[in-house]
C-alpha cells in the first residue's frame, strides 16, 4: 500500500524540473511528463504537481494559520518508504521553505520532518 503526503514550496516557480535539482544528491532522480521518480535501491517515491489545490482539497483539515496565502507550488508525493521521502523533504528544504502534510494529522515544516510521522500510528 502506498501513502501520500503534500509538499507546499513557498516559491510558485519551482516545478518538477526544480525538484529533481533539489533532489539529486538522494538517489537517482528522472521526470517523465507530469511525473518525477525517486529512486534509492529498493525504494522509490513518485511526485506529482498539484493543480487545484481547492479542487483537492488540500487545505481542508489545516489549521488556519498555516494555510499559505501567497501564491504556493503544491506537490503530492505517493511512497512506500518514509526515510526515502524523509531526505527528500529535507533536500528540498535545504534550497526553499515548504510546509508538509503528512495526512496523519500534522503539518510541520519541511525541516520538521521526520520518519515516524510518516507511518500509521
Not at 504537481?49 to 481542508?60: A, H, L, T, W
Request: net charge negative; charged share 20%.
Amino acid at each position: 500500500m502506498t501513502e501520500t503526503v503534500v509538499l507546499v514550496v513557498d516559491d510558485r516557480t519551482v516545478d518538477l524540473g526544480k525538484l529533481a535539482e533539489f533532489v539529486q544528491s538522494v538517489g537517482d532522480v528522472s521526470v517523465n511528463g507530469a511525473v518525477l521518480t525517486l529512486q534509492r535501491g529498493d525504494e522509490h517515491c513518485y511526485v506529482v504537481e498539484v493543480s487545484d489545490p481547492e479542487v483537492d482539497g488540500i487545505f481542508e483539515d489545516w489549521p488556519e494559520v498555516q494555510v499559505p496565502k501567497s501564491p504556493s507550488a503544491i506537490f503530492s508525493v505517493d511512497y512506500r518508504a518514509p526515510d526515502l521521502v524523509v531526505a527528500l523533504v529535507h533536500s528540498i528544504a535545504q534550497r526553499c521553505s515548504l510546509t508538509v502534510d503528512t495526512n496523519y494529522g500534522q503539518v510541520v515544516s519541511g525541516g520538521g520532518v521526520a520518519p515516524d510521522m510518516l507511518r500509521p500510528m
